[in-house]
């Protein structure tokens, strides 16, 4: 039996295009690699240490356990999370002038966020400039708030023209070519 009603106009909605990306223009959990979801992971266990104060061995057993968590890259999951909560007070110092606000008015999502991209940006030199931003814009974006998305991208454009400022110009060069 057929619950749907039929539409009074009898016109059908558009198909929705296979392009990967979810209605909100997220990227769908089926295309997304194994990094990309070690920083959701991430985010999600640095939001636990900042809003829940808990502790990093029992956020990381939890997060282990987790649904999905065997598809993720685990070694740059455990980077992440070490990383950002070891050094917390070194990326809190990195994004504080490039802020418009103190760091406790910025929403724990985008704080998580902006930890991961600082962080990438100093110590994961294999990732590119360029992919930190997006990934970072397109955390913000599936878990941060409206516009949260605009402000790590304008927070983390800024601190990559610190810290991989050779990296963006080389950039700038091969581009005019």
């Known amino acids: 039996m057929n619950d749907l009603k039929p539409n009074p106009m009898g016109v059908r909605p558009p198909r929705q295009t296979r392009t990967g990306l979810t209605s909100t223009g997220a ?7 194994e990094r990309s979801r070690a920083r ?15 502790s990093v061995s029992d956020v990381d057993a939890f997060t ?33 002038p490039l802020l418009d606000r103190r760091l406790l008015e910025i929403s724990p999502v985008e704080h998580s966020v ?4 600082a962080y990438e940006l100093k110590h994961c030199l294999d990732v590119p400039w360029r992919v930190v ?5 397109e955390l913000a974006k599936e878990f941060g708030g409206t516009d949260g998305h605009k402000y790590v991208n304008a927070v983390l454009n ?16 091969k581009n005019r070519e």
């Open 133 to 137: 931003l997006n990934e970072c814009v």
């Open 158 to 173: 800024g601190l990559a023209s610190q810290l991989r400022a050779d990296e963006m110009a080389a950039d700038r060069i």
């Open 27 to 33: 990227r769908k959990a089926g295309s997304k690699s």
């Open 64 to 96: 282990r356990d987790l649904a999905g968590f065997s598809k993720c890259d685990s070694v740059h999951f455990d980077a992440l999370l070490q990383g950002c909560t070891e050094q917390a007070q070194a990326l809190d110092a990195l994004l504080a």
């Open 40 to 54: 959701e992971f991430a985010l999600q266990a640095l939001y636990q240490t900042l809003v829940g104060k808990n």
């Open 114 to 117: 902006m930890w991961i991209g």
